[in-house]
């Protein structure tokens, strides 16, 4: 979710914004008790890296190197734990032997009770020196958890005990139950596309095109079936990497319950999470979600499951008989990592209740505000400030007449700027409501457009004090008010060129840099159309306009050049305005 009315803004998934399970930077508090790496996938069964130890034996205070070596890793967690209850929490603390790459974590009580890497560096070895605390057990023993890479680790290799002097001897086997392991639920696969029919009779769903059929290629498709107390859900998409939606009690990303279908090699891993924020997101090891089957042809990928209504037991599951706000968003992922989408998820105009009466529904991928802030933009400044830019200069001799009291060309001018100052102004605002304040994820956009908001009130402040037409200082104001106007619509078009590509609004790409930069092109190409005119006038020693027959397509007759340039340009303009209009309506 973000600026103003994104949602989701970028949500969710931001949601799924990057790197969502591993931990790359080593900071694994989450398995200090199954020291297990949430991969997402079953550890290797047997290990090829060893523990050791320069001391058997030990006193309380005393320094035990410990040695963890074996073919090239990337990620290691080191503990001590009491010999006779494995099961139980770290015992003793760790000092380093190599800060650059490795550090120490605090497990539950016990500070630096653990070690880790800081990066995903290749090492063969790492070293650590183990302090043994006053009240140690009579046996400890040292256990690690070893990643080769994402899909390829071991989870609790076992290595050597020491003891205390005269300790008894170890009675109790200090092998390694697999309690703690996660187990998974039994996956099938699909054997055929998803279908609509039922949508808005039987099942909730969400389309997006509207009314798409959940085999075509482009469809993003989700749909809810209660029956008795659970809801089968299944999820469609054309993705290389995850699709994924959200319930969310609002249209920002943060405390929402996110469900995603992961392909990994074309074979999908469905996952729950729960989101905090804009952070990536940490999946469960346990979910809730049973009858799981998947599907990935023709570019798409499908996923089924179903849960129950309430899921007390699982923290971060919401209740499904509620109203939310649903996002439906899609992205790349890698080696079982999220990263983050490209472009803003879907998000349902209102808030449902997937297990009220069944209904189907579409949704936007840009939020309100932002697309009345884009559409107010352009017109500013691609219409009434170009418009009112080009009557000023080139029509001050054709329209030289009196209205109201001053000019015509004036009035139309004056007119047409504070038009675009007035426009300007609203849109200004817009993106702060939805956002509620800054945006810190819209790159330059939002800094290019405080600078054009500054300019563009400067402009008529500036104008409203301006010297009498003949005054010395005249000339001054004259290239002031043209260089800040100059600077302002350059700007502008910059602030426009960046703006298309956010997520927020992500106009089709590249159609919009090209349509865009054909706008430009024909606004210069009427001002030097213009400048010629101009020019060959001055050569003929005349301000006489040259008439030219009436154009079909104009009404009466007598209109100057300039007036039917104008009139071409105005339409042009119109014609390109209402092209971008239709695009951000599509979104």
Same mark, same amino acid.
Not at 70 to 87: D, S, Y
């Given at each position: 979710m973000e600026p103003p009315v994104l949602a989701f803004t970028l949500w969710i998934f931001a949601f799924l914004s990057v790197p969502a399970a591993g931990y790359p930077n080593g900071k694994v508090r989450e398995a200090c008790s199954s020291m297990m790496p949430r991969h997402e996938h079953s550890p290797q069964p047997s290990p090829e890296h060893t523990i050791s130890v320069n001391e058997t034996k030990f006193r309380p205070g005393d320094h035990i190197k410990?040695?963890?070596?074996?073919?090239?890793?990337?990620?290691?967690?080191?503990?001590?734990?009491?010999?006779?209850?494995?099961?139980g929490p770290a015992v003793g603390s760790f000092m380093l032997a190599e800060e650059r790459i490795s550090q120490l974590l605090t497990c539950g009580?016990?500070?630096?009770?653990?070690?880790?890497?800081?990066?995903?560096?290749?090492?063969?070895?790492?070293?650590?020196?183990?302090?043994?605390?006053?009240?140690?057990?009579?046996?400890?023993?040292?256990?690690?958890?070893?990643?080769?890479?994402?899909?390829?680790?071991?989870?609790?290799?076992?290595?050597?005990?020491?003891?205390?002097?005269?300790?008894?001897p170890l009675t109790t086997p200090t092998s390694i139950t697999p309690e703690t392991l996660p187990t998974s639920q039994p996956v099938f696969h699909l054997t055929k596309s998803f279908n609509a029919s039922g949508c808005g009779s039987t099942k909730f769903c969400i389309r997006n095109p509207a009314k798409c059929d959940p085999g075509a290629a482009y469809c993003f498709f989700l749909s809810f079936k209660q029956n008795n107390h659970s809801v089968l859900i299944e999820m469609s998409g054309p993705s290389e990497g995850y699709i994924a939606f959200a319930l969310s009690h609002d249209q920002w990303m943060g405390d929402d319950d996110a469900y995603l279908c992961i392909n990994e090699d074309h074979r999908i891993n469905v996952n729950t999470a729960y989101l905090s924020g804009r952070i990536p997101p940490v999946l469960d090891s346990e979910n809730g979600l049973e009858d799981i089957s998947w599907r990935v042809a023709d570019g798409l990928v499908q996923c089924s499951f179903r849960r129950n209504l309430r899921l007390p037991a699982y923290k971060g599951r919401f209740n499904l008989d509620a109203n939310y706000y649903i996002f439906l968003a899609d992205g790349e992922a890698s080696e079982g990592l999220i990263h983050k989408h490209h472009r803003q998820p879907l998000i349902t105009n209102g808030m449902y209740n997937v297990t009220d009466s069944p209904k189907d529904v579409g949704g936007s991928r840009s939020p309100l505000l932002l697309k009345l802030h884009a559409s107010l933009m352009f017109v500013a400044w691609m219409t009434t400030v170009s418009i009112g830019v080009i009557v000023a200069r080139f029509f001050k001799p054709v329209w030289p007449h009196s209205l109201f009291g001053k000019e015509i060309w004036f009035q139309v001018h004056r007119m047409l700027m504070l038009t675009t100052v007035l426009l300007t102004?609203?849109?200004?605002?817009?993106?702060?409501?939805?956002?509620?304040?800054?945006?810190?994820? @819209?790159?330059?956009?939002?800094? =290019? *457009?405080?600078?054009?908001? !500054? %300019?563009?009130?400067?402009? +008529?402040?500036?104008?409203?004090?301006?010297?009498?037409?003949?005054?010395?200082?005249?000339?001054?104001?004259?290239?002031?008010?043209?260089?800040?106007?100059?600077?302002?619509?350059?700007? @502008?078009?910059?602030?426009?060129? =960046? *703006?298309?590509?956010?997520? !927020? %609004?992500?106009?089709?790409? +590249?159609?919009?840099?090209?349509?865009?930069?054909?706008?430009?092109?024909?606004?210069?190409?009427?001002?030097?159309?213009?400048?010629?005119?101009?020019?060959?006038?001055?050569?003929?020693?005349?301000?006489?306009?040259?008439? =030219?027959?009436?154009?079909?397509?104009?009404?009466?007759?007598?209109?100057?050049?300039?007036?039917?340039v104008l009139t071409i340009y105005i339409c042009g303009n119109i014609a390109f305005l209402i092209t971008f209009l239709a695009a951000i309506h599509q979104l």
């Open positions: 410990v040695n963890l070596s074996g073919p090239v890793f990337e990620g290691f967690f080191i503990q001590a734990r009491n010999a006779e209850n494995l099961a009580l016990v500070k630096n009770s653990a070690v880790s890497h800081t990066s995903k560096s290749k090492k063969t070895h790492v070293e650590a020196y183990w302090i043994a605390p006053t009240d140690a057990p009579e046996h400890v023993q040292f256990l690690a958890t070893v990643v080769e890479k994402y899909k390829i680790f071991w989870v609790k290799i076992p290595g050597p005990v020491i003891s205390q002097p005269n300790a008894p102004s609203i849109a200004f605002v817009l993106p702060f409501i939805y956002r509620g304040g800054w945006s810190e994820w @819209a790159g330059f956009h939002p800094y =290019l *457009g405080c600078t054009v908001m !500054a %300019l563009a009130i400067f402009q +008529p402040l500036m104008a409203g004090f301006r010297p009498p037409p003949h005054a010395p200082r005249r000339q001054v104001f004259n290239w002031v008010h043209w260089s800040t106007g100059t600077t302002a619509r350059i700007l @502008a078009v910059v602030t426009m060129f =960046l *703006g298309m590509d956010l997520p !927020a %609004l992500n106009l089709p790409d +590249p159609w919009d840099t090209y349509t865009m930069i054909g706008f430009v092109a024909w606004h210069v190409g009427i001002d030097i159309l213009l400048e010629i005119h101009s020019y060959c006038l001055i050569r003929k020693g005349t301000n006489q306009t040259i008439r =030219l027959v009436s154009l079909p397509c104009l009404p009466g007759s007598g209109h100057t050049f300039k007036e039917i």
